[in-house]
């Protein structure tokens, strides 16, 4: 049996003559939660909706559960869960009826009773109609009917857009929940960094479609870093480090924001220039994403963990 | 026991370093005490909303500071400097008897004096019988 829930191998797809995803080679272990973060339009519904068999790459593959995308069987579809952007329902249908049509596709493996404490828990009822449902309430029935077929992979495309904090953490706990059971693995895509700290192991991060960052959430948190390197005998004309991402000259003082770059090498370059000993700066999640992510001096380049 | 682990992301430090400096401090304060059991990964990580591996990670960095002593199937526990090479979950079980002893003892309406000696009175009894048994032999 593959170690890998999913991995994409050069897994491109254009729409008219923009490459929505381009090149993305990445693989996520089985039994981790997976962040897949971007701004929007770097194309993580077009890699998720690939992954899925939804839509047909251009160049590329994908597998699922060692399967591949394209030919998912229905052994391997029963698998998995998919909660799509936005919770989009039948909504002419009640939760029932929703709950009968999706248990025909995983027919083994529906736990009706879960599914019915998720709906007694949300205080929904099995007899009102998807379109009378709020978006909060679409989201939790959206949830309930994730969960009921016990997933061995659950892939959730910006589950928590839109919703307030109490459904957000449902969601959050219902991942944790999941994720505790052997074997489980859980891909995910968002915006909100701090949920993504919260539960994910991994980290991707995609920008116009192409790779950036596949790395450990804490790997991550550790290799993109700033430092403050006071300068008292003029500003180098060129910062040439490795791994710089951006560069802020004051008056004096010249800030640095690097990814994967060593005490020691921040170090020797500065003795070089002449600049006095590093001051780090603390940095959220938040300031790493965007430093890692917004345009600037340095060059784009791909950091890749261990 | 008494612990309370509040964590919030978008923090400058990551999750699992907030557990760690959270229980250090319970430490130091006393709040924990040798032998207190920290509740279970798979617990503490259903409370706090968290990635498991977060809270597992954050117990092994404790317990390579020699904070707590993790013990395979039974728990982690708060590491007592004085006993460090003993095992903390079999203390931890001794604790718990004692616990009940003097429970039964309180309820008999003994007061904690009685309790003491009546305790010194028995382990001297019991050390000089175990001493005389090492003579005969």
């Not at chain 2, 309406?109 to 001297?124: M, N, P, S, W």
């Amino acid at each position: 049996m593959s170690e890998l829930a999913v991995r994409t191998t050069g897994l491109t797809k254009y729409f008219g003559g923009a490459a929505a995803v381009d090149h993305l080679t990445l693989s996520v272990p089985r039994g981790c939660i997976y962040g897949l973060l971007g701004r929007n339009g770097a194309g993580k519904t077009t890699a998720i909706k690939l992954m899925l068999g939804l839509l047909h790459p251009t160049a590329g593959s994908s597998e699922l559960l060692g399967c591949d995308s394209r030919r998912l069987t229905p052994e391997v579809r029963g698998r998995i869960g998919y909660v799509t952007e936005g919770h989009r329902l039948p909504r002419w249908m009640t939760i029932a009826a929703l709950a009968r049509f999706q248990r025909a596709f995983f027919p083994a493996r529906w736990d009706e009773g879960l599914f019915g404490e998720m709906l007694d828990y949300f205080r929904l009822s099995a007899g009102r109609k998807v379109r009378r449902l709020s978006n909060g309430q679409r989201a939790q029935v959206s949830l309930a009917v994730a969960m009921a077929p016990d997933p061995d992979l659950l892939i959730m495309d910006d589950p928590t857009l839109g919703l307030d904090v109490v459904i957000r953490r449902q969601f959050l706990e219902g991942m944790i929940q999941l994720i505790q059971r052997r074997g489980k693995t859980i891909l995910f895509s968002s915006h909100i960094l701090g949920d993504v700290e919260r539960v994910a192991d991994r980290i991707a991060i995609i920008e116009r479609g192409a790779l950036r960052a596949d790395c450990s959430l804490n790997e991550f948190r550790s290799a993109v870093r700033k430092v403050r390197l006071a300068v008292p005998d003029g500003m180098p004309d060129e910062v040439d480090i490795p791994g710089l991402l951006h560069s802020r000259r004051g008056e004096s003082e010249l800030e640095l924001t690097l990814v994967g770059v060593s005490d020691g090498q921040v170090e020797a370059w500065a003795d070089q220039v002449g600049a006095a000993r590093c001051k780090p700066v603390s940095m959220t999640l938040e300031d790493q994403f965007i430093e890692f992510t917004s345009p600037g001096d340095g060059r784009l380049f791909e950091w890749e963990g261990e | 026991m008494a612990l309370w682990i509040e964590i919030s992301p978008g923090s400058h430090e990551p999750i699992y370093g907030q557990i760690v400096s959270q229980v250090d401090r319970a430490i130091a304060m006393g709040e924990l005490l040798p032998g207190d059991r920290l509740p279970a990964v798979r617990k503490l990580a259903a409370e706090l909303v968290i990635n498991p591996n977060t809270v597992a990670r954050a117990y092994m960095v404790l317990d390579e500071q020699g904070l707590v002593v993790s013990k395979t199937g039974s728990g982690t526990f708060v590491a007592d400097p004085a006993m460090a090479d003993r095992d903390a979950a079999e203390l931890n079980a001794l604790s718990e008897r004692i616990d009940g002893i003097i429970a039964r003892a309180m309820n008999m309406g003994l007061a904690a004096r009685e309790i003491t000696r009546l305790f010194a009175a028995r382990l001297k009894a019991f050390t000089g019988r175990r001493q005389g048994g090492q003579k005969d032999e």
